[in-house]
C-alpha cells in the first residue's frame, strides 16, 4: 500500500481514535513532553501472514511493520529535538508465538519439521533517533510469522520489562505502556485456550499498577462493545475473545479472569480494534500522534497553597519578627512542572519552618498587678473568708504571649471578683455564764438588725434562761439590735434566774409533761413545771378520772384463751375475748357484755368422697390415658390424694398433614403419588403403628426418560430427527434434529482447510494460529499437481 493511501486513511479515521483514547491520560498546564518507555507486545503467529480481510488483501505483518516502523520513524524525530536525555522516549519490542525465551533476540526453533518463533523480547529498551532508528527498524522486518499465540509468555515479559523501567531511577518521571497487538485468540495449538488467556490477564493486572495498557485487534471477531457472555448457553468464541482483550487492557484494571473482569474504569477505551488495513494504519497513526502530544502535568502545589493559607491566617503584630514568612512566601515560584515537584514541596516546607519558628510578644500583665496590690493592702482578718483572693492570686501564671492576652485579663478579673466578693465580718462571741453546752458564735452583718435567739445553753441547776445581756442592756428572744464596727470582739453573755415548779400543765412549749400513761385502772400522772417552760423531773401531779377500763376487742387464738373446741370439720372452736389494752381475758369479768367468739376453725376433714367435677381436676385425659381427680370431705373440701377416673381417655384424633417427617412413601413414576401417615391432632402421634395412611393426589412422581427414538433418518438432502419420551405415561420429554449426511463427493474445500488436514496427516503436532477464517483459496488449485500442493502446504507452515 503507497504511503498517501495511509496519510488519507488516517486523516478520515483520526476522530475515530480520538474518541477511543481515554481522557485521564493527558492533563492541562504543561511544559515538557512526558518521556515514554513504550513496550510494542507483537503477534507473529502464522496467522500474520493472511489477508486482514476476504475484501482487503493486504497481509497483516504487512501492516504491523508498516505501523511499527512509522512508530521507531515519528520517536526518533522527536526524541531527536530533545536535548535532555530524560526527556527522550525509549521502545522495547516483544514478540511472541510459541515457547518463551529469556534470551533478547529473534530466535525459533523446529518441532516435527516446522518452525516456530520464541516468544521473547527482540531488544530491551532503546531510544531511536535519526541517527540509529535503522537498528530499531531492522528489528522490526526481520519479523517472519510462525507459531501459536501464546499471550501469556508475552505479558510475562511486558511485566519484566515494566519492573525494569520502574526501577530505573533515571526514568522515574517517565510514563510506562503497553502496546498489546494480536490477530487471533490466545492459544498453544489452534482453539481458544482459556489458561493462556486467563494467565496473559493475571500478568496485565500486575503491568496494570504502574503502566497502561492498550489492545489492538486484527481479526474477523475483534468488537470492542461485546465485554462477555449474555444469555444462557455456552460463551461464543467472539464473547471469549472480546472479555480477554477487555480483560488484557487498562479497561478493566482489577480484572482477574476473561470471565471475571471486575468493575470497568470510567469513561475507558484502552481495546481498539480494526478489521481492515485503513481501519488499522489510522488507528496506529493516532496513537503515535497522541503518544507525541503527551506533556509533563504541572507541579502540585496544594501543599504551598496550604501554607500559604495558614500564613495568611496569622496576625502579623502578634509576632516579634514576620519577616521570614514574608520571604518565604515570595520564593515561590509557580512555573514548575511534575518533575520538579520536590523544589515545589520546599517551597511549602520553607513556609511551614518559617511558621513554626515565630515567636509571640509578650502579653500585658499591668492589669495584674494593679489587682494583687489591691489585694495586698486588705487585712483578711476582718473579712469571713479571704481563701479565694489568695486562690486567685496563687492562680496567676506567669509568661504568657500576646495570643493569650485574653487568659491574663482573666487573671486580673478573677482577682478582683474576689476582692468584691470579700464579706466584713463582726468577731462576736456568747458566753454562756455557768451554762453547759455550746452555741456557734453569731454571723453577724455589719450595720444590719441582728436577732436575739433561742439560748441553746443548759441552764445551771434549779435556773432558768432569763435573756441575752450586751453591756448593760438585757435582751429577749426575739428582740433586734444592730451591731457596728465598735462591738467587735464584745460578748452576748446568758442571764439565769431560780425555777419555780408550780405549773400543773400537761404540756409546755408542745413538749407533754406526761410522767406515766392512764391504764385501765388507774389515772395517768404529769411533771409540774415552772412559768419558764423548765419542767420538773421529780414533782408531778395526778390526772383524775383517766383510768380507761378493759376494752374486750381483741381476738387472739391462743390456748390460754381457749373456751371450747370443735369435735369435727361442722363445728367451730371458741375464744374469750382479750382487752385490747391489757391483755385480760372476759371470762372471769361480769361487767364484759360479749365475753367470747367462734373462730374459722372447724375439726378435721375425712377425705374419702370420690367426685368426678372439674374443681377436683388433678390431670385432663389424654389419648391413652384417663383423667385424674383429687378426693374429697364430705364438706367439700379438697384433699391431696388423686383417683384415676376409668373409661374417660379421649382415643387418637388423626387427621392429613402433608409433611417430610411424615412421609410413608415417595411416588416412583409419574403415575403413582406420595403417600403420608397420619398424624393424631392431639398428641402428635402418626397411624403407623396401625398402618393406616393416605394418598397426597396433589403429588406425582418424575417421568423415567427412554432412550433416543429415531423418528427420521437423515439424507444428504434433508435433516432427521429423534426424540425421547417417559416410559410409563409416553409423554414426548425432549426432541433433537440430525445433521444431515455430508455430501463428501461435492463439497469444495477451503486452501486454509485441505491445509490444515494435509498437516494433520503429516505430523498431530503442526500449529494453527491465530484467525485463519480468512484465507482464500483459488479454485484453481483444485487443477494443480500433488506435488504443488505439498510446496504451498510446507511454504506456510515451515515459518
Given at each position: 500500500m503507497k504511503i498517501y493511501k495511509k496519510v488519507i486513511a488516517c486523516i478520515l479515521t483520526l476522530m475515530m481514535f480520538f474518541a477511543q483514547m481515554p481522557v485521564n491520560v493527558f492533563a492541562a498546564n504543561q511544559k515538557n513532553n512526558i518521556p515514554l518507555d513504550i513496550v510494542l507486545v507483537l503477534d507473529v503467529s502464522g496467522s500474520m501472514e493472511d489477508p486482514i480481510t476476504s475484501t482487503d488483501t493486504t497481509k497483516r505483518i504487512t501492516i504491523l511493520k508498516d505501523s511499527i516502523n512509522q512508530f521507531i520513524e515519528e520517536f526518533a524525530k522527536n526524541n531527536s529535538k530533545q536535548s535532555d536525555e530524560k526527556y527522550q522516549s525509549r521502545i522495547s519490542i516483544i514478540k511472541f508465538a510459541g515457547d518463551k525465551s529469556d534470551k533478547v533476540g529473534n530466535d525459533t526453533y523446529t518441532e516435527n519439521r516446522y518452525r516456530y518463533n520464541y516468544t521473547q523480547i527482540m531488544n530491551d529498551f532503546f531510544t531511536a533517533t535519526n541517527d540509529n532508528k535503522a537498528k530499531l527498524e531492522d528489528v522490526v522486518n526481520s519479523i517472519s510469522p510462525a507459531g501459536a499465540t501464546r499471550s501469556d509468555f508475552a505479558m510475562e515479559l511486558a511485566l519484566k520489562q515494566i519492573n525494569q523501567s520502574k526501577n530505573d531511577e533515571s526514568r522515574k518521571d517517565a510514563k510506562r505502556i503497553v502496546f498489546f497487538v494480536t490477530d487471533g485468540q490466545p492459544t498453544t495449538l489452534n482453539n481458544f485456550d482459556d489458561d493462556v488467556a486467563n494467565r496473559a490477564i493475571t500478568a496485565s493486572e500486575e503491568i496494570k499498577k504502574d503502566a497502561e495498557v492498550y489492545t489492538f485487534g486484527m481479526f474477523s471477531l475483534t468488537d470492542p462493545s461485546i465485554t462477555g457472555h449474555v444469555g444462557s448457553g455456552s460463551w461464543s468464541d467472539a464473547e471469549k475473545f472480546n472479555a480477554y482483550m477487555h480483560g488484557v487492557s487498562s479497561n478493566y484494571s482489577d480484572a482477574q479472569s476473561y470471565k471475571n473482569l471486575g468493575t470497568r474504569a470510567e469513561n475507558s477505551a484502552y481495546y481498539m480494534g480494526a478489521k481492515s488495513s485503513k481501519e488499522a494504519t489510522a488507528i496506529f497513526d493516532s496513537v503515535i500522534a497522541k503518544l507525541l502530544s503527551m506533556t509533563y502535568a504541572?507541579?502540585?502545589?496544594?501543599?504551598?497553597?496550604?501554607?500559604?493559607?495558614?500564613?495568611?491566617?496569622?496576625?502579623?503584630?502578634?509576632?516579634?519578627?514576620?519577616?521570614?514568612?514574608?520571604?518565604?512566601?515570595?520564593?515561590?515560584?509557580?512555573?514548575?512542572?511534575?518533575?520538579?515537584?520536590?523544589?515545589?514541596?520546599?517551597?511549602?516546607?520553607?513556609?511551614?519552618?518559617?511558621?513554626?519558628?515565630?515567636?509571640?510578644?509578650?502579653?500585658?500583665?499591668?492589669?495584674?498587678?494593679?489587682?494583687?496590690?489591691?489585694?495586698?493592702?486588705?487585712?483578711?482578718?476582718?473579712?469571713?473568708?479571704?481563701?479565694?483572693?489568695?486562690?486567685?492570686?496563687?492562680?496567676?501564671?506567669?509568661?504568657?504571649?500576646?495570643?493569650?492576652?485574653?487568659?491574663v485579663d482573666a487573671m486580673a478579673k478573677a482577682i478582683n471578683d474576689a476582692i468584691d466578693a470579700l464579706v466584713f465580718q463582726l468577731k462576736i462571741k456568747y458566753d454562756s455564764n455557768g451554762g453547759t453546752g455550746t452555741m456557734t458564735n453569731p454571723a453577724i452583718e455589719l450595720d444590719k438588725e441582728f436577732t436575739f435567739p433561742k439560748c441553746e445553753y443548759v441552764a445551771p441547776n434549779g435556773k432558768h434562761f432569763k435573756g441575752w445581756q450586751v453591756d448593760s442592756t438585757i435582751y429577749k428572744v426575739g428582740d433586734p439590735r444592730v451591731f457596728t464596727k465598735d462591738d467587735q470582739n464584745k460578748e452576748i453573755k446568758a442571764v439565769w434566774e431560780e425555777h419555780t415548779f408550780d405549773q400543773k400543765l400537761k404540756e409546755v412549749n408542745g413538749v407533754s409533761t406526761l410522767k406515766d400513761k392512764a391504764t385501765c385502772t388507774t389515772n395517768a400522772i404529769y411533771y409540774k413545771s415552772c412559768t419558764c417552760g423548765q419542767v420538773s423531773t421529780t414533782e408531778t401531779f395526778e390526772d383524775k378520772d383517766t383510768k380507761l377500763g378493759h376494752e374486750y376487742t381483741k381476738q387472739i387464738k391462743d390456748e390460754k384463751y381457749l373456751k371450747s373446741q370443735g369435735s369435727n370439720c361442722q363445728e367451730h372452736d371458741a375464744y374469750w375475748y382479750v382487752c385490747s389494752r391489757c391483755d385480760a381475758s372476759a371470762k372471769d369479768d361480769e361487767n364484759a357484755q360479749d365475753k367470747y367468739y367462734e373462730s374459722a376453725e372447724v375439726g378435721n376433714h375425712v377425705y374419702d368422697q370420690e367426685v368426678e367435677s372439674s374443681e377436683y381436676l388433678a390431670t385432663p385425659a389424654t389419648c391413652m390415658t384417663p383423667a385424674r381427680y383429687y378426693k374429697s370431705c364430705i364438706c367439700?373440701?379438697?384433699?391431696?390424694?388423686?383417683?384415676?377416673?376409668?373409661?374417660?381417655?379421649?382415643?387418637?384424633?388423626?387427621?392429613?398433614?402433608?409433611?417430610?417427617?411424615?412421609?410413608?412413601?415417595?411416588?416412583?413414576?409419574?403415575?403413582?403419588?406420595?403417600?403420608?401417615?397420619?398424624?393424631?391432632?392431639?398428641?402428635?402421634?402418626?397411624?403407623?403403628?396401625?398402618?393406616?395412611?393416605?394418598?397426597?393426589k396433589d403429588s406425582k412422581g418424575e417421568h423415567i426418560s427412554s432412550d433416543w427414538i429415531i423418528d427420521q433418518q437423515p439424507t444428504v438432502a434433508k435433516e432427521g430427527s429423534k426424540h425421547k419420551e417417559c416410559t410409563v405415561c409416553k409423554e414426548v420429554l425432549e426432541t433433537e434434529k440430525i445433521a444431515k449426511l455430508e455430501n463428501v463427493k461435492t463439497e469444495t474445500k477451503k486452501e486454509e482447510t485441505a491445509s490444515k488436514k494435509e498437516t494433520k496427516v503429516e505430523s498431530k503436532k503442526a500449529v494453527t494460529t491465530g484467525d485463519n477464517t480468512n484465507s482464500i483459496v483459488p479454485m484453481a488449485l483444485l487443477g494443480i499437481s500433488l506435488l504443488g500442493i505439498y510446496i504451498i502446504v510446507m511454504k506456510k507452515y515451515v515459518r
Open positions: 504541572g507541579a502540585d502545589y496544594t501543599d504551598v497553597d496550604a501554607a500559604i493559607k495558614r500564613a495568611n491566617s496569622l496576625n502579623k503584630d502578634n509576632y516579634k519578627d514576620f519577616s521570614k514568612v514574608e520571604d518565604a512566601i515570595n520564593a515561590v515560584n509557580r512555573d514548575k512542572d511534575i518533575t520538579e515537584q520536590e523544589v515545589v514541596n520546599g517551597y511549602a516546607k520553607a513556609i511551614n519552618e518559617a511558621i513554626d519558628h515565630l515567636e509571640y510578644k509578650a502579653a500585658d500583665y499591668t492589669k495584674v498587678t494593679e489587682a494583687i496590690e489591691k489585694a495586698n493592702k486588705l487585712n483578711k482578718d476582718n473579712y469571713e473568708d479571704f481563701t479565694k483572693v489568695t486562690a486567685a492570686i496563687n492562680a496567676v501564671a506567669p509568661g504568657k504571649n500576646i495570643t493569650q492576652q485574653d487568659e367439700g373440701a379438697k384433699g391431696t390424694e388423686a383417683f384415676a377416673a376409668t373409661g374417660t381417655h379421649l382415643g387418637h384424633a388423626y387427621i392429613e398433614v402433608k409433611n417430610p417427617q411424615f412421609l410413608r412413601e415417595k411416588a416412583t413414576n409419574c403415575k403413582e403419588h406420595d403417600t403420608y401417615w397420619y398424624v393424631c391432632s392431639r398428641c402428635g402421634k402418626t397411624s403407623k403403628t396401625i398402618n393406616k395412611y393416605y394418598e397426597d
